[in-house]
């Protein structure tokens, strides 16, 4: 028990001094009133033989002052006129002072001396106390605690059972447990636990997920009323922290093939063909736990993530095609309100299919002749050994606008045809198997040669085979021209000469025009066609051609002909030469002839003179756009006019 005291001089005058005493004693407590009883005392004593008498009282009052009513507390008090010499006056008393509600409690005793009268031997008024001193505790209410004890271990799963430890200050307290949860509370025990007390969480399981659709844990109180007897000390509790466990949602799943197409070829709707397949993947019995609620579901297949559409206790994912070449998996995971999830694996079973292939040869009879072999090499996706493969050909010339019939052809089989060697050819190979086609484009190229040495005629062939023995052949180009040879000096049908040079020509047709205003397109009833003799070899990568017009030019200009026109090429130019005869106009308008080809047209404007009766009497001019145009002056007629050897260099 506690107890303090304090003792200090007060003096008067003339050397007169007295003892001030003040003291206080814990005698005992009350656990069921929380209360102490407090003896305190005081007194004033005579010392040194002082003394004094007065005609006014005075007086010695002894308090009491704690931390729980912060004022000071009148205990008792004595009234005297004086103290004799060695007297002593003193006053007590006994409180019950109440303690702080957690049973604590903390104070002081204070006494006062209030001087009566005015004798000098009478000390000055004065106070005492002791020193601030902490009372016995009283137990209080207990502290429960989960699992162990006095700390409180607050985690734990729902449906375990858990001790609930009392930690209780006295052995005759009592309680009341009390399971609180949000709105929901649940009496563990009505009364009389003493240290602890065992409890089975299932038995209140459904309750407390009750109280948390939305969460994953239950966080409440355990609440301990403490009893004194049938005195309620006060009431406690401590927080927990329960865990939702073995409640996620449940459900099953499946897969199917939904297109009948595919499913007609494999007979079975758990094999999915690559591409073609459409996978449907279901969900059934698709359970929430615990007053939770479903939220959603999906599936991951190859890194890419599908949302199902739930409906009831059933859900749908429409995935379509499928672009993987073997079996893989669907991850599908469920997730309720409390966002807890399951996840099921499912293999799906993939049969690989791509489109058929095939490795196609084309090859005349050594490399020229017109019959051709062709082989098609094919290959595709088996599916089980349910899908099958048909090869078809079909040909053309390329300049032709349609194939021929289809023919079917043997997997890996060569087939000969015959292709007309003076002709380039397209070859058409069509794949078809269960689920596709594809369609291969092949060129089979003219089976003349660009130069053939034949070594029995001991000729040789430029774009085609020799026709003559010890000689050369040029088919297509007007070699005659290029060597200087005159226009007319043609060699041509079945005229083979031995030693002689071969040409053989084509005959084109180009518009020319003569109307007065300079512009073909403007009168288009002048426009006429002219036979031009034209041939298309090339030497040393340039192309020569030979023109030769033999007609009249029709138009405003009256018995105009044009008696030859023509253009040699060498190897570094060409020459234009052009005679008119009997040409009667009486304006000065530009005529245009014709165009040059554009490889052969100049990079500036060319002009030259038109000579006639010895006197220049005219203009003419290619434009760098290759058009060759001739200009007369008015007034002459009846003229002959002539254009020879306008040079011009050939494109580089």
């Known amino acids: 028990m506690a107890s303090a005291t304090k003792y200090t001089n007060i003096y008067a005058s003339y050397g007169a001094y007295y003892g001030l005493y003040v003291e206080f004693v814990e005698n005992s407590t009350s656990v069921a009133n929380n209360t102490s009883s407090i003896t305190l005392s005081a007194s004033i004593s005579s010392q040194n033989r002082s003394g004094w008498s007065a005609g006014s009282n005075s007086t010695l009052t002894l308090y009491w002052h704690d931390n729980r009513e912060n004022y000071d507390r009148y205990v008792s008090s004595i009234s005297f006129s004086g103290v004799g010499v060695g007297e002593t006056k003193t006053t007590s008393g006994t409180i019950n002072a109440t303690h702080n509600d957690d049973g604590t409690l903390s104070g002081y005793a204070y006494v006062y001396f209030a001087k009566g009268g005015s004798s000098a031997y009478a000390p000055a008024s004065s106070g005492l106390t002791t020193d601030w001193t902490t009372l016995t505790t009283i137990a209080r209410a207990s502290q429960p605690s989960i699992n162990t004890w006095p700390n409180n271990?607050?985690?734990?799963?729902?449906?375990?059972?858990?001790t609930i430890h009392m930690n209780r200050k006295s052995s005759s307290f009592t309680h009341k447990v009390v399971f609180k949860l949000n709105s929901y509370s649940y009496t563990i025990a009505a009364s009389g636990v003493t240290d602890n007390v065992r409890f089975n969480t299932s038995t209140i399981a459904d309750?407390?997920?009750?109280?948390?659709?939305?969460?994953?844990?239950?966080?409440?109180?355990?609440?301990?009323?403490?009893?004194?007897?049938?005195?309620?000390?006060?009431?406690?509790?401590c927080p927990f922290s329960a865990k939702a466990v073995n409640v996620n949602p449940t459900f099953d799943v499946s897969y199917q093939d939904t297109n009948?197409?595919?499913?007609?070829?494999?007979?079975?709707?758990?094999?999915?063909?690559?591409?073609?397949?459409?996978?449907?993947?279901?969900?059934?019995?698709?359970?929430?736990?615990?007053?939770?609620?479903?939220?959603?579901?999906?599936?991951?297949?190859?890194?890419?993530?599908?949302n199902g559409t739930i409906s009831g206790s059933t859900a749908t994912f429409n995935i379509g095609t499928l672009n993987v070449s073997s079996n893989t998996t669907a991850a599908v995971t469920l997730t309720d309100s409390r966002g807890l999830k399951t996840t099921k694996n499912l293999t799906i079973q993939v049969l690989d299919w791509v489109l058929p292939s095939a490795i196609i040869t084309a090859q005349r009879e050594n490399n020229f002749y017109d019959p051709t072999t062709i082989n098609v090499d094919g290959s595709y996706s088996s599916l089980d050994g349910l899908n099958t493969l048909t090869m078809q050909m079909r040909y053309k010339k390329t300049t032709d606008a349609d194939y021929g019939s289809y023919q079917t052809l043997q997997d890996n089989t060569p087939v000969t045809v015959q292709l007309d060697n003076n002709y380039e050819w397209n070859v058409q190979v069509l794949l078809t198997d269960r689920l596709g086609t594809k369609t291969y484009n092949v060129i089979v190229e003219r089976g003349i040669p660009i130069i053939f040495f034949d070594r029995l005629k001991r000729s040789v062939g430029v774009n085609g085979f020799p026709h003559v023995d010890e000689g050369l052949t040029i088919l297509g180009g007007d070699i005659l021209n290029i060597l200087g040879i005159r226009n007319d000096t043609w060699v041509s049908g079945t005229?083979?000469?031995?030693?002689?040079i071969v040409c053989y020509k084509q005959t084109l047709y180009e518009n020319i025009t003569g109307n007065n205003n300079g512009d073909p397109r403007s009168d288009t009833t002048n426009w006429q066609e002219v036979p031009i003799l034209v041939d298309n070899m090339k030497i040393n990568n340039k192309l020569f051609t030979s023109y030769s017009l033999n007609t009249n030019v029709s138009g405003n200009y009256t018995n105009c002909s044009l008696s030859s026109a023509w253009i040699n090429y060498n190897r570094k130019s060409y020459s234009v030469n052009i005679s008119l005869n009997s040409w009667i106009t009486n304006t000065d308008t530009d005529c245009t002839l014709f165009t040059l080809p554009e490889e052969y047209r100049p990079d500036y404007e060319v002009h030259g003179l038109l000579f006639g009766d010895g006197l220049v009497r005219g203009q003419a001019w290619i434009n760098t756009a290759g058009v060759l145009k001739m200009r007369l002056p008015t007034n002459y007629t009846n003229q002959y006019f002539s254009l020879d050897f306008m040079y011009l260099k050939t494109t580089d």
């Open 495 to 500: 005229n083979y000469s031995k030693g002689k």
């Open 207 to 237: 309750n407390i997920y009750a109280q948390i659709p939305n969460s994953t844990v239950a966080n409440g109180t355990i609440e301990a009323t403490t009893y004194n007897g049938s005195t309620v000390i006060g009431t406690k509790s």
């Open 153 to 162: 271990s607050p985690d734990f799963n729902i449906g375990d059972t858990i």
């Open 260 to 306: 009948s197409t595919t499913t007609a070829i494999t007979n079975n709707n758990q094999k999915i063909i690559r591409n073609n397949s459409t996978l449907q993947i279901n969900g059934s019995n698709l359970s929430a736990k615990k007053s939770s609620s479903l939220s959603s579901i999906k599936t991951v297949i190859n890194g890419v993530t599908y």
